[in-house]
C-alpha cells in the first residue's frame, strides 16, 4: 500500500509546528501568558480570623458573631482557562506572497498559544469557518489534542465563497457555558461582525488576531493582474504607478483605521500578526509578545 504524499506532508508540516512553537513556549510563558489571561471567575477556600490589611468587606459577619472575633471568607481564583480559536478558512487565507500563507501562519500562532496552555493545564478549542461554522473541536486539554487542532488548522479544506465572521462568533457564544479567551483569526476583510463582537466580548475575553499578508503592501513591480480568492473577480493594478501606490495605500490604511476602531468600540482586543516575507525566528512570538505587554501595561480586562 503507497502512503499519502499528501498526508505524509501534512503531519510533517504539524511536526514541523510543534517542534518550531515547542522552542518559542518559554518565551511566551515568560512573557505573562499566566497573568494576561484569568480564570473564569473566583471560588470559596476557607474562612480565617481578620488580620490587619484584610479587606473589611470580606467578614463573615456570622461566624464573626459566633466565635466574638472577626473571621473573614477567603477566595482564590479558577485558574483553569479555556482557549477557543475561530479560524477563519476563507479562500483568502490560502495564498500570499510571504514566507507561509497566512492559513500556515494562523497554524503557528494556535499552536504557541495552544502548547502554552497544556504548560497551564488549560484547555483548547477550534471553530473553522468560511461562509458558516465548518467545523467545531470541543475544548480538551492534553498535548494530542493541541496536534489535532493544528492538524485540522492546516488540512481543512478552504471554503468557497465570502467570509462571514458573525456566524462564528454566535456559535462560540452558543456552545461556551463558562467565561472563556476566544481568538478570532481573520484578517477582517469581511464585513457585519460588529454587532456578533459585541455581544460576545460582554461574555467572554474576546481577541481578533489581525493576520497581515505581505500583499497589503505594493510589491515594488510593474503592472500585475490581481485576483480576489473569495470572488473571483481579476484588476489590473499598475504598481510603478506612484498614484496606484498611493491609492492603494490609502484604501488599506483606512480599512486598518476602520477594523481597528470598530474593534475598540466593540471592547475587543487587537494582536496585529504580519506575515513575514522571509523567515526569522520570531515571526510567530514577537505578537504574541507585544501583546501581552500591551495587556500587562494597561492592566488586565476583566
Same mark, same amino acid.
Given at each position: 500500500?503507497?502512503?499519502?504524499?499528501?498526508?505524509?506532508?501534512?503531519l510533517a508540516e504539524v511536526r514541523r509546528i510543534e517542534v518550531q512553537s515547542s522552542r518559542l513556549v518559554t518565551e511566551i510563558m515568560a512573557g505573562g501568558y499566566s497573568s494576561v489571561f484569568r480564570g473564569p471567575g473566583i471560588e470559596f477556600r476557607e474562612v480565617r480570623e481578620y488580620v490587619d490589611g484584610d479587606d473589611p468587606r470580606a467578614v463573615d459577619w456570622s461566624v464573626t458573631a459566633r466565635v466574638g472575633r472577626p473571621f473573614v471568607k477567603e477566595y482564590v481564583e479558577e485558574r483553569e482557562r479555556t482557549l477557543l480559536f475561530l479560524l477563519d478558512l476563507s479562500a483568502s487565507s490560502a495564498g500570499g506572497f510571504g514566507i507561509w500563507s497566512a492559513r500556515q501562519m494562523a497554524a503557528r500562532v494556535v499552536a504557541c498559544l495552544a502548547l502554552s496552555a497544556v504548560?497551564?493545564?488549560?484547555?483548547?478549542?477550534?471553530?473553522?469557518?468560511?461562509?458558516r461554522v465548518e467545523a467545531f473541536v470541543p475544548p480538551r486539554k492534553g498535548l494530542r489534542h493541541v496536534l489535532r487542532v493544528v492538524r485540522d488548522g492546516l488540512a481543512l479544506p478552504e471554503c468557497a465563497g465570502r467570509t462571514a465572521i458573525a456566524p462564528a462568533l454566535e456559535f462560540a457564544s452558543h456552545v461556551l457555558?463558562?467565561?472563556?479567551? /476566544?481568538?478570532?483569526?481573520?484578517?477582517?476583510?469581511?464585513?457585519? $461582525? #460588529?454587532?456578533?463582537?459585541?455581544?460576545?466580548?460582554?461574555?467572554?475575553?474576546?481577541?481578533?488576531v489581525r493576520l497581515a499578508t505581505p500583499e497589503l503592501t505594493p510589491p515594488d513591480t510593474g503592472p500585475m493582474r490581481l485576483r480576489d480568492p473569495e470572488t473571483g473577480?481579476?484588476?489590473?493594478?499598475?504598481?510603478?504607478?506612484?498614484? /496606484?501606490?498611493?491609492?492603494?495605500?490609502?484604501?488599506?490604511?483606512? $480599512? #486598518?483605521?476602520r477594523t481597528t476602531a470598530d474593534l475598540r468600540r466593540a471592547h475587543v482586543d487587537l494582536m496585529e500578526?504580519?506575515?513575514?516575507?522571509?523567515y526569522h525566528r520570531d515571526a510567530v512570538a514577537r505578537p504574541i509578545l507585544q501583546f501581552f505587554r500591551m495587556r500587562e501595561l494597561r492592566g488586565e480586562k476583566r
Amino acid at each position: 500500500m503507497t502512503a499519502d504524499p499528501t498526508l505524509a506532508a501534512l503531519l510533517a508540516e504539524v511536526r514541523r509546528i510543534e517542534v518550531q512553537s515547542s522552542r518559542l513556549v518559554t518565551e511566551i510563558m515568560a512573557g505573562g501568558y499566566s497573568s494576561v489571561f484569568r480564570g473564569p471567575g473566583i471560588e470559596f477556600r476557607e474562612v480565617r480570623e481578620y488580620v490587619d490589611g484584610d479587606d473589611p468587606r470580606a467578614v463573615d459577619w456570622s461566624v464573626t458573631a459566633r466565635v466574638g472575633r472577626p473571621f473573614v471568607k477567603e477566595y482564590v481564583e479558577e485558574r483553569e482557562r479555556t482557549l477557543l480559536f475561530l479560524l477563519d478558512l476563507s479562500a483568502s487565507s490560502a495564498g500570499g506572497f510571504g514566507i507561509w500563507s497566512a492559513r500556515q501562519m494562523a497554524a503557528r500562532v494556535v499552536a504557541c498559544l495552544a502548547l502554552s496552555a497544556v504548560k497551564n493545564d488549560d484547555k483548547v478549542g477550534l471553530v473553522a469557518f468560511g461562509e458558516r461554522v465548518e467545523a467545531f473541536v470541543p475544548p480538551r486539554k492534553g498535548l494530542r489534542h493541541v496536534l489535532r487542532v493544528v492538524r485540522d488548522g492546516l488540512a481543512l479544506p478552504e471554503c468557497a465563497g465570502r467570509t462571514a465572521i458573525a456566524p462564528a462568533l454566535e456559535f462560540a457564544s452558543h456552545v461556551l457555558r463558562r467565561r472563556a479567551i /476566544v481568538f478570532c483569526i481573520s484578517d477582517f476583510l469581511a464585513g457585519d $461582525w #460588529r454587532l456578533a463582537a459585541t455581544l460576545c466580548a460582554r461574555r467572554h475575553d474576546l481577541i481578533a488576531v489581525r493576520l497581515a499578508t505581505p500583499e497589503l503592501t505594493p510589491p515594488d513591480t510593474g503592472p500585475m493582474r490581481l485576483r480576489d480568492p473569495e470572488t473571483g473577480k481579476t484588476s489590473l493594478a499598475d504598481w510603478s504607478d506612484p498614484r /496606484v501606490r498611493a491609492e492603494y495605500e490609502a484604501r488599506v490604511a483606512a $480599512w #486598518r483605521a476602520r477594523t481597528t476602531a470598530d474593534l475598540r468600540r466593540a471592547h475587543v482586543d487587537l494582536m496585529e500578526v504580519p506575515v513575514p516575507r522571509e523567515y526569522h525566528r520570531d515571526a510567530v512570538a514577537r505578537p504574541i509578545l507585544q501583546f501581552f505587554r500591551m495587556r500587562e501595561l494597561r492592566g488586565e480586562k476583566r
